[in-house]
């Protein structure tokens, strides 16, 4: 999609190439430049486009004009064409114009005084290029998995032996071709349009039992929409406009905007703003609409808790993969890539709620990245090298769940239409935490504490046996059921108890005195809920529940109520 600024002010080839020729009623073939004009240029204005130009183009309608794509002629001089032809004569206002390369591209222009699917008008003398690139499909075969689905017949499977090495390096993890094919799920019939409220909801059809069997961390699965869709609930253009609609929500760090696979710099669309907390940088909603005609892509990140649906099904999906959930939003319209190929260093679950967006996916997958490739020079590049084959080709409409395990290398195309999909994000714990956890844990035993031999004494024998001490505590202490209470506790905060407000209602309080006498042993996270309760000399249930929100409540209130029968608690 593009906005092209049209020079006018002169007159150009494509000018006094129809001069003549629409008058005397002509069929006119006007040059095409090969280039498209503001694509894959650096610009610090989204409307940048030829430099010539004096104006907008107007354009109210046309006729077709089969065209040729010669070098002579500039993207303004094609527009010209247009204007020359406007009220010529009613019709298709499209133009297919076949590449040397095989790519068809179907150019059509139109005049924008209709809503957006945003919800936003552009002014009625705006000219859009519509651009559609139909690639040829040679690595997915002559027709796409996604056609077989909807018929029945089940995805185009890629095999791959097991542990196929799969060349490059980084510090991204190596590489390492499953031997598992992309799986895609069969229609289901299901009219409910109740929002997703648990992990079976999003998984439906497909049980959690049987995901985590075969699915979880080892490959990836698409789940085509229920009868009526009703998944595409979780968020429509209507909510996202009036997100979009509340600047103060927003940070130049949580709304991000791509144009052509690369970040568009927060100076060229944010702006300082005075508030009643003092200066704030904050997206410009004008400069924001203004690359979004331009073809860029939104990216409104941290959206977990912004909406009802999405909120929800956020909280559910923590404690199922103990872990943080985050969420994003991603809009992005017809043609346009954001991003390059590359992987993610969490689970992810894609839902498509509008439009439809086709997501290619190759047959390389990190082994357990934690964090990007870094020393590889140019990482665009690097991830087109590992990538491996094309695997499989998903077009992803309306109610559609894509699940991708973490370091699967995948990219994804706005289809015919503006596309809207909110991803979630899984970030379990991994190894690295229990290095933290252990030396906290470690320093209070004495022997961390100590100096280590030197390593001459003895030759190095005395330090040999001092570090094969601190081992065997190490295993130890790594085996021992207060650690592994201590790395749930960990986990357990990774998902928090969310609150309600239902306000003007207020709950009451459940006071409580302690009397100074040793409560009951308790065990596991409780324990330090229940330490720290003992310890005050008055406090309120609704307090320790609030306070340690790692700790599952109905433990909480069931440790209170067997301290309080014990005579350890005296309610107030």
Same mark, same amino acid.
């Given at each position: 999609?593009?906005?092209?600024?049209?020079?006018?002010?002169?007159?150009?080839?494509?000018?006094?190439?129809?001069?003549?020729?629409?008058?005397?009623?002509?069929?006119?073939?006007?040059?095409?430049?090969?280039?498209?004009?503001?694509?894959?240029?650096?610009?610090?204005?989204?409307?940048?486009?030829?430099?010539?130009?004096?104006?907008?183009?107007?354009?109210?309608?046309?006729?077709?004009?089969?065209?040729?794509?010669?070098?002579?002629?500039?993207? =303004?001089?094609?527009?010209?064409?247009?204007?020359?032809?406007?009220?010529?004569?009613?019709?298709?206002?499209?133009?297919?114009?076949?590449?040397?390369?095989?790519?068809?591209?179907? $150019?059509?222009?139109?005049?924008?005084?209709?809503?957006?699917?945003?919800?936003?008008?552009?002014?009625?003398?705006?000219?859009?290029?519509?651009?559609?690139?139909?690639?040829?499909?040679?690595?997915?075969?002559?027709?796409?998995?996604?056609?077989?689905?909807?018929?029945?017949?089940?995805?185009?499977?890629?095999?791959?032996?097991?542990?196929?090495?799969?060349?490059?390096?980084?510090?991204?993890?190596?590489?390492?071709?499953?031997?598992?094919?992309?799986?895609?799920?069969?229609?289901?019939?299901?009219?409910?349009?109740?929002?997703?409220?648990?992990?079976?909801?999003?998984?439906?059809?497909?049980?959690?039992?049987?995901?985590?069997?075969?699915?979880?961390?080892?490959?990836?699965?698409?789940?085509?929409?229920?009868?009526?869709?009703?998944?595409?609930?979780?968020?429509?253009?209507?909510?996202?406009?009036?997100?979009?609609?509340?600047? =103060?929500?927003?940070?130049?760090?949580? /709304?991000?905007?791509?144009?052509?696979?690369?970040?568009?710099?927060?100076?060229?669309?944010?702006?300082?703003?005075?508030?009643?907390?003092?200066?704030?940088?904050?997206?410009?909603?004008?400069?924001?609409?203004?690359?979004?005609?331009?073809?860029?892509?939104?990216?409104?990140?941290?959206?977990?808790?912004?909406?009802?649906?999405?909120?929800?099904?956020?909280?559910?999906?923590?404690?199922?993969?103990?872990?943080?959930?985050?969420?994003?939003?991603?809009?992005?319209?017809?043609? +346009?890539?954001?991003?390059?190929?590359?992987?993610? /260093?969490?689970?992810?679950?894609?839902?498509?709620?509008?439009?439809?967006?086709?997501?290619?996916?190759?047959?390389?997958?990190?082994?357990?990245?934690?964090?990007?490739?870094?020393?590889?020079?140019?990482?665009?590049?690097?991830?087109?090298?590992?990538?491996?084959? $094309?695997?499989?080709?998903?077009?992803?409409?309306?109610?559609?769940?894509?699940?991708?395990?973490?370091?699967?290398?995948?990219?994804?195309?706005?289809?015919?239409?503006?596309? $809207?999909?909110?991803?979630?994000?899984?970030?379990?714990?991994?190894?690295?935490?229990?290095?933290?956890?252990?030396?906290?844990?470690?320093?209070?035993?004495?022997?961390?504490?100590?100096? /280590?031999?030197?390593?001459?004494?003895?030759?190095?024998?005395?330090?040999?046996?001092?570090?094969?001490?601190?081992?065997?505590?190490?295993?130890? /202490?790594?085996?021992?059921?207060?650690?592994?209470?201590?790395?749930?506790?960990?986990?357990?905060?990774?998902?928090?108890?969310?609150?309600?407000?239902?306000?003007?209602?207020?709950?009451?309080?459940?006071?409580?005195?302690?009397?100074?006498? $040793?409560?009951?042993?308790?065990?596991?996270?409780?324990?330090?809920?229940?330490?720290?309760?003992?310890?005050?000399?008055?406090?309120?249930?609704?307090?320790?529940?609030?306070?340690?929100?790692? +700790?599952?409540?109905?433990?909480?209130?069931?440790?209170?109520?067997?301290?309080?029968?014990?005579?350890?608690?005296?309610?107030?």
């Amino acid at each position: 999609m593009l906005l092209v600024r049209t020079g006018f002010g002169a007159v150009g080839p494509a000018h006094r190439l129809l001069q003549g020729h629409v008058a005397a009623g002509k069929d006119v073939q006007p040059p095409l430049a090969e280039h498209q004009e503001g694509l894959g240029r650096p610009s610090a204005h989204p409307l940048d486009g030829d430099k010539g130009g004096d104006g907008l183009g107007v354009v109210q309608s046309f006729q077709v004009v089969e065209v040729d794509a010669p070098l002579d002629l500039g993207a =303004s001089d094609f527009l010209a064409v247009f204007r020359l032809l406007t009220g010529q004569a009613e019709g298709p206002q499209r133009f297919d114009v076949q590449r040397q390369h095989g790519v068809r591209r179907h $150019l059509a222009v139109q005049p924008l005084d209709h809503p957006l699917p945003d919800g936003g008008r552009r002014r009625d003398r705006d000219l859009l290029l519509h651009d559609h690139a139909e690639q040829p499909l040679k690595a997915a075969g002559p027709q796409s998995p996604f056609e077989h689905r909807r018929r029945g017949m089940g995805p185009r499977q890629g095999r791959i032996g097991h542990g196929e090495r799969v060349a490059g390096g980084g510090d991204g993890g190596s590489r390492r071709s499953k031997g598992h094919e992309v799986v895609s799920t069969g229609k289901q019939r299901r009219s409910s349009i109740a929002p997703m409220r648990t992990l079976d909801d999003l998984l439906h059809p497909i049980t959690p039992d049987r995901f985590f069997a075969e699915f979880h961390g080892r490959k990836p699965l698409h789940i085509p929409a229920d009868e009526g869709a009703p998944k595409r609930a979780l968020l429509d253009w209507r909510t996202f406009n009036s997100l979009l609609n509340q600047p =103060s929500i927003w940070t130049a760090q949580s /709304l991000k905007l791509v144009r052509d696979t690369q970040p568009v710099p927060p100076e060229q669309y944010c702006r300082s703003v005075q508030t009643q907390s003092g200066a704030a940088f904050r997206p410009d909603p004008a400069k924001v609409a203004l690359f979004l005609t331009g073809g860029a892509s939104l990216i409104a990140g941290d959206v977990q808790d912004l909406t009802p649906p999405i909120a929800a099904l956020s909280a559910a999906l923590g404690r199922p993969f103990a872990a943080a959930v985050g969420a994003n939003i991603y809009c992005s319209f017809k043609g +346009v890539q954001a991003f390059g190929t590359h992987f993610d /260093l969490t689970d992810v679950f894609a839902v498509q709620t509008e439009g439809e967006k086709l997501w290619r996916l190759y047959e390389s997958c990190a082994d357990a990245p934690v964090e990007m490739p870094s020393g590889v020079g140019d990482v665009r590049r690097w991830f087109e090298q590992t990538r491996g084959r $094309l695997q499989a080709e998903i077009v992803m409409k309306p109610g559609d769940v894509l699940y991708l395990p973490r370091g699967w290398y995948h990219d994804a195309l706005a289809q015919d239409t503006a596309s $809207l999909h909110v991803t979630f994000s899984l970030a379990s714990l991994h190894g690295r935490i229990i290095f933290n956890l252990l030396e906290q844990a470690a320093m209070q035993d004495s022997a961390f504490r100590a100096y /280590l031999p030197a390593a001459e004494k003895d030759g190095g024998r005395a330090l040999q046996q001092h570090l094969a001490d601190l081992g065997r505590r190490l295993a130890q /202490l790594t085996a021992s059921p207060t650690f592994r209470d201590e790395v749930a506790m960990t986990q357990e905060r990774l998902t928090p108890r969310t609150h309600s407000f239902a306000l003007p209602a207020r709950a009451p309080l459940t006071q409580y005195k302690t009397n100074g006498l $040793l409560g009951p042993a308790y065990e596991g996270p409780v324990a330090h809920a229940m330490h720290w309760a003992l310890s005050q000399p008055a406090f309120a249930l609704e307090e320790v529940i609030a306070q340690f929100d790692f +700790v599952p409540e109905a433990d909480i209130r069931a440790a209170v109520d067997q301290a309080e029968k014990t005579g350890v608690l005296k309610r107030v």
